[in-house]
């Protein structure tokens, strides 16, 4: 079975704290994706990877960076977290260069909370 | 810009009812569907697909969805829902080309015993 493993389930920070958060994926997967979801908006893109040292831009990047220096790994940085960052974080991989068979690969998500 | 529309954000129907969860979605080019499910606790998980073909795919426990090309819409649908099926549930659109998946809303539903 694909493992997608994020580092944090619940994290509690205060503004303006840097925050990481880290994502593994154990199955060789090109492409790597962070999500936040929020109650009726569902999820919304922020970046993803397909590729070591490559991302791109989703729906909503601003205040946020990312990081994939090994394939494995797909980090999501909050250079200066906000209240209105307030958050379910999910990581997703899939393999392929496209997103073949559309299927991703979810984590089980990580709760940020900024006070 | 692509949306994809869950027009129900909450539903609670007792066991065996039928269920119908509507997606709708705003792209007009050639489109694969997609839907998910997250049960309390657990991590999102494709309950199933459409690429191409017979416009009515079949999933896993029981679910179908129907791709109505004129109605840009995939409805999800099973006959008899039981208490196990308390989750929500999530439509995703991607482009024929590009890496990306947009989700609606999600549809919350509660099925009681």
């Known amino acids: 079975d694909v493992k997608v493993t994020q580092s944090s389930r619940y994290l509690v920070k205060r503004t303006g704290e840097k925050v990481f958060l880290e994502c593994v994926q154990d199955?060789?997967?090109?492409?790597m994706f962070w999500y936040r979801q929020d109650p009726g908006l569902g999820l919304r893109l922020i970046y993803f990877?397909?590729?070591?040292?490559?991302?791109e831009k989703g729906d909503i990047p601003e205040g946020y960076s990312v990081s994939r220096e090994k394939k494995e790994r797909f980090s999501l940085i909050l250079e200066s977290a906000s209240t209105n960052q307030t958050s379910m974080y999910l990581c997703?991989?899939?393999?392929?260069?496209?997103?073949?068979?559309?299927?991703?690969?979810f984590g089980e998500g990580s709760r940020l909370t900024v006070l | 810009a692509q949306s994809v529309s869950q027009h129900n954000h909450h539903v609670i129907l007792s066991e065996a009812a039928s269920l119908e969860l509507g997606c709708n979605y705003s792209?007009?080019?050639?489109?694969?569907l997609f839907w998910y499910v997250q049960y309390p606790g657990q991590h999102l998980q494709l309950l199933l697909k459409?690429?191409?073909?017979?416009?009515l795919v079949k999933g896993i426990k029981g679910f179908e969805a129907e791709f109505i090309k004129s109605k840009f819409s995939f409805n999800l649908r099973k006959p008899s829902v039981q208490w196990s099926d308390t989750a929500e549930y999530f439509c995703?659109?991607?482009?024929?080309?590009?890496?990306?998946?947009?989700f609606g809303g999600g549809t919350r539903l509660m099925v009681k015993p």
């Open positions: 997703a991989s899939t393999p392929g260069g496209e997103l073949k068979g559309g299927e991703l690969f």
């Open positions: 199955m060789d997967h090109e492409n």
């Open positions: 990877s397909y590729d070591v040292k490559m991302k």
């Open positions: 792209y007009g080019g050639t489109v694969n």
């Open positions: 459409y690429f191409s073909g017979d416009p």
């Open positions: 995703a659109v991607k482009r024929n080309a590009g890496n990306m998946l947009t």
